[in-house]
């Protein structure tokens, strides 16, 4: 079996196919040896004449002949086909090697656009106290802060900043965006009097 029609690629289908007849054609060989042994053990080189240049009585002259024939022509076909399965398999591999390699390339073009299209941090959580607000809303050591409230990398300028939305937002939900693991996850946080300092933790 040669190339695919229309020179489409090697599938894992294709080889099957060329192992399946491998297979048949070793079975054919093993068949054609086995007749041969039946005809009292003449391989592929005894005489098929005796000592007086008479064909041999004993066997069947043209089954042994047809046999041997068939033995070579099949093995010519089994070498082909070997080489056809290999050059499959190389190809086979290379495709998957070049599958991989695209994949690979495709998620890496992919993390560039996530962390291109996130917006700028102006702040970073160092510390959240357990049991403050900060803490029951899910914000997290190292989450960087994008957004909070109104204030944002555009109009920030100093801690203060936030300070003064906090104050100005006590015990009302405020809308926090952060960026977590090169993410944006939202967080509400309503700042509130707890047990610890300020309103936050």
Known sequence: MAEPAGGRPVTVSDVQQLVRRKDEIEAQIKACYELLEGQKGVGMHEPLVDAEGFPRADIDVYQVRTARHNIICLQNDHKALMKQVEEALHKLHAREKE??????????????RQSQSLPQAFAKVNAVSPGSPASVSGLQVDDEIVEFGSVNANNFQNLQNIATVVQHSEGRPLSVTVIRGGRRVHVGLTPKRWAGKGLLG
Do not use: I, Q, R, T
Request: aromatic content about 0%; proline content about 0%.
């Open 99 to 112: 599958k991989h390699a695209k994949d690979e390339a495709e998620a890496v073009a992919e993390a560039m």
